[in-house]
């Protein structure tokens, strides 16, 4: 017995001595720990920017959908003297932005460079209604960007700076990402530029209200104010998603933070230098979840695709033989197991695409073959119109917006019309156009949508006078104002 408990103790000590005598990376393999995002940090972080936004206090853009409170609080950066921010970070206002149009709204966000010779990438609603944006990088240069295109429904937009020899951001293939996988952020909350947060993929696919076409990366970064725009990168520096909200109850970061997947921002960025706007394909359906029981009543194995409850008249679904009542099984080729996986393959399909459907029909498939009509965009409209030397995006200093069907039957059923979302003439504001206005009439000629705009903008040369009827507050009311002369 003496022996045996003797051996034992011998065996004990050599096993101890030989752990102590293993080298540290022998230890480490056996566990590893968190990975070291420094080397990673280094590359990437010159290529991320922060935004300052200043805008006039005023309207938003008539039918635009305002950003939830629970989301909009974690992204607008409290103003001058508020808590939490300290009033000499915050950009001076100009003395003729205050002559102008009064006092100006600052607020913060994050974005990146996607190629050297100055575009980058941010959120739609960091930039939106703003009357000036200034990119800082991170070598503290300063540069007042310019809006090529905006989409409120993807929540990207697209700016440019006169610069070049920018570092740049490599674009990543978001479909590759797996739950459990590491990634990180950089951006700006509360100021505080060029903050690193780490953490792991949570989910994939999830949705909200807002912006049914986007299936967010759900992540336990921490994201906070002034964090929105910027990328979210993985281990190889490459950006798989823009980070665009949080969720929470109370205010703070509990660990819900979603991020815009880089696919969806690559094909909406392509779109915004291509046309200034994104068209997106409509099918016309209302949707939701098919119920257990209404799936056994329809010979279904489980619950499963997008049950069609409603289909607007003269729709593409309404055009080509789609019912109240049909299941949405597969769209073109790919399996549709959550209604909510549908408009992200809608709206990711250009207009006039023909695409096939395999729908249950009361416990019978059938595949229909459809061509998409095309969805109403509310972003802003491209500065195609442009008045050749005066500063201006056209004639009338106006930025304008199409409105939907929607929008224009919340407006009081109006036949036709576009929304005023930016005034850049002094001679416009003088009138009293303002943001969220609708333009009716131009002279004498209906505005039916942006083409009508377009063609009868064309017309007007810097220094005529024209006369616009706008609806103001639920108001048809006329002005005029001379345009600006070419400077």
Same mark, same amino acid.
């Given at each position: 017995?003496?022996?045996?408990?003797?051996?034992?103790?011998?065996?004990?000590?050599?096993?101890?001595?030989?752990?102590?005598?293993? !080298?540290?990376?022998?230890?480490?393999?056996?566990?590893?720990?968190?990975?070291?995002?420094?080397?990673?940090?280094? #590359?990437?972080?010159?290529?991320?920017?922060?935004?300052?936004?200043?805008?006039?206090? &005023?309207?938003?853009?008539?039918?635009?959908?305002?950003?939830?409170?629970?989301?909009?609080? /974690? /992204?607008?950066?409290?103003?001058?003297?508020?808590?939490?921010v300290d009033p000499r970070l915050q950009r001076p206002q100009r003395p003729q932005d205050q002559q102008r149009f009064g006092p100006l709204r600052q607020s913060s966000g994050s974005g990146f460079i996607i190629s050297s010779d100055g575009y980058i990438v941010t959120n739609h609603h960091v930039i939106d209604n703003a009357d000036e944006i200034m990119v800082k990088l991170a070598d503290n240069r300063q540069f007042q960007a310019r809006v090529i295109g905006s989409d409120a429904m993807s929540d990207i937009a697209l700016l440019k700076i006169e610069a070049n020899d920018l570092p740049k951001l490599s674009l990543g293939n978001s479909d590759r990402l797996k739950r459990g996988q590491w990634v990180?952020?950089?951006?700006?909350? +509360?100021? /505080?530029?060029?903050?690193?947060?780490?953490?792991?993929?949570?989910?994939?696919?999830?949705?909200?209200?807002?912006q049914?076409?986007? !299936? +967010?990366?759900?992540?336990?970064?921490?994201? =906070?104010?002034? =964090?929105?725009? &910027?990328?979210?990168?993985?281990m190889d520096g490459e950006v798989v998603g823009v980070n665009s909200w949080i969720l929470s109850s109370g205010g703070g970061y509990i660990g819900l933070s979603f991020s815009i997947p880089m696919n969806v921002v690559k094909r909406t960025v392509e779109q915004l230098r291509e046309h200034g706007y994104v068209p997106r394909g409509l099918l016309g359906v209302g949707i939701g979840r098919v119920p257990p029981e209404l799936a056994e009543l329809l010979k279904l194995d489980r619950p499963r695709g997008a049950l069609i409850n409603n289909i607007e008249k003269e729709s593409a679904?309404?055009?080509? &033989?789609?019912?109240?009542?049909?299941?949405?099984? #597969?769209?073109? &080729?790919?399996?549709?197991?959550? +209604?909510? #996986?549908?408009?992200?393959?809608?709206?990711a399909k250009p207009p006039n695409t023909k695409i096939s459907l395999l729908v249950n029909r009361w416990g019978r498939q059938k595949t229909l073959s459809v061509e998409l009509g095309e969805l109403a965009t509310n972003a802003v409209a491209a500065n195609n119109t442009s008045s050749a030397g005066n500063g201006l995006s056209n004639a009338l200093g106006l930025t304008v917006t199409g409105l939907s069907n929607l929008q224009l039957e919340r407006l009081g059923g109006l036949d036709g019309g576009v929304g005023v979302t930016k005034v850049e003439s002094e001679s416009a504001w003088r009138a009293g156009i303002r943001r969220g206005n609708v333009i009716l009439r131009i002279n004498q000629s209906k505005v039916m949508n942006l083409e009508d705009f377009k063609r009868q903008v064309a017309r007007v040369k810097p220094g005529d006078t024209v006369a616009l009827l706008l609806l103001q507050e639920g108001n048809p009311n006329y002005v005029a104002y001379k345009t600006e002369l070419k400077r």
């Amino acid at each position: 017995m003496q022996k045996s408990k003797s051996l034992l103790r011998i065996v004990a000590v050599s096993i101890s001595l030989l752990v102590l005598a293993l !080298p540290v990376n022998s230890l480490a393999s056996v566990n590893p720990g968190l990975p070291d995002f420094t080397d990673l940090v280094d #590359e990437v972080a010159p290529a991320v920017v922060s935004l300052t936004i200043s805008s006039q206090p &005023g309207s938003v853009a008539p039918g635009q959908q305002q950003v939830p409170d629970i989301f909009r609080r /974690f /992204f607008d950066t409290p103003q001058p003297g508020s808590r939490g921010v300290d009033p000499r970070l915050q950009r001076p206002q100009r003395p003729q932005d205050q002559q102008r149009f009064g006092p100006l709204r600052q607020s913060s966000g994050s974005g990146f460079i996607i190629s050297s010779d100055g575009y980058i990438v941010t959120n739609h609603h960091v930039i939106d209604n703003a009357d000036e944006i200034m990119v800082k990088l991170a070598d503290n240069r300063q540069f007042q960007a310019r809006v090529i295109g905006s989409d409120a429904m993807s929540d990207i937009a697209l700016l440019k700076i006169e610069a070049n020899d920018l570092p740049k951001l490599s674009l990543g293939n978001s479909d590759r990402l797996k739950r459990g996988q590491w990634v990180i952020a950089i951006g700006s909350p +509360f100021s /505080f530029e060029q903050s690193v947060t780490a953490g792991i993929v949570s989910a994939m696919g999830r949705t909200n209200g807002a912006q049914q076409y986007v !299936p +967010f990366i759900q992540t336990d970064v921490a994201i =906070n104010r002034g =964090n929105s725009g &910027g990328p979210l990168l993985n281990m190889d520096g490459e950006v798989v998603g823009v980070n665009s909200w949080i969720l929470s109850s109370g205010g703070g970061y509990i660990g819900l933070s979603f991020s815009i997947p880089m696919n969806v921002v690559k094909r909406t960025v392509e779109q915004l230098r291509e046309h200034g706007y994104v068209p997106r394909g409509l099918l016309g359906v209302g949707i939701g979840r098919v119920p257990p029981e209404l799936a056994e009543l329809l010979k279904l194995d489980r619950p499963r695709g997008a049950l069609i409850n409603n289909i607007e008249k003269e729709s593409a679904a309404d055009r080509f &033989g789609l019912e109240v009542g049909d299941v949405i099984l #597969e769209f073109d &080729g790919q399996a549709i197991e959550q +209604f909510t #996986e549908l408009p992200p393959l809608i709206g990711a399909k250009p207009p006039n695409t023909k695409i096939s459907l395999l729908v249950n029909r009361w416990g019978r498939q059938k595949t229909l073959s459809v061509e998409l009509g095309e969805l109403a965009t509310n972003a802003v409209a491209a500065n195609n119109t442009s008045s050749a030397g005066n500063g201006l995006s056209n004639a009338l200093g106006l930025t304008v917006t199409g409105l939907s069907n929607l929008q224009l039957e919340r407006l009081g059923g109006l036949d036709g019309g576009v929304g005023v979302t930016k005034v850049e003439s002094e001679s416009a504001w003088r009138a009293g156009i303002r943001r969220g206005n609708v333009i009716l009439r131009i002279n004498q000629s209906k505005v039916m949508n942006l083409e009508d705009f377009k063609r009868q903008v064309a017309r007007v040369k810097p220094g005529d006078t024209v006369a616009l009827l706008l609806l103001q507050e639920g108001n048809p009311n006329y002005v005029a104002y001379k345009t600006e002369l070419k400077r």
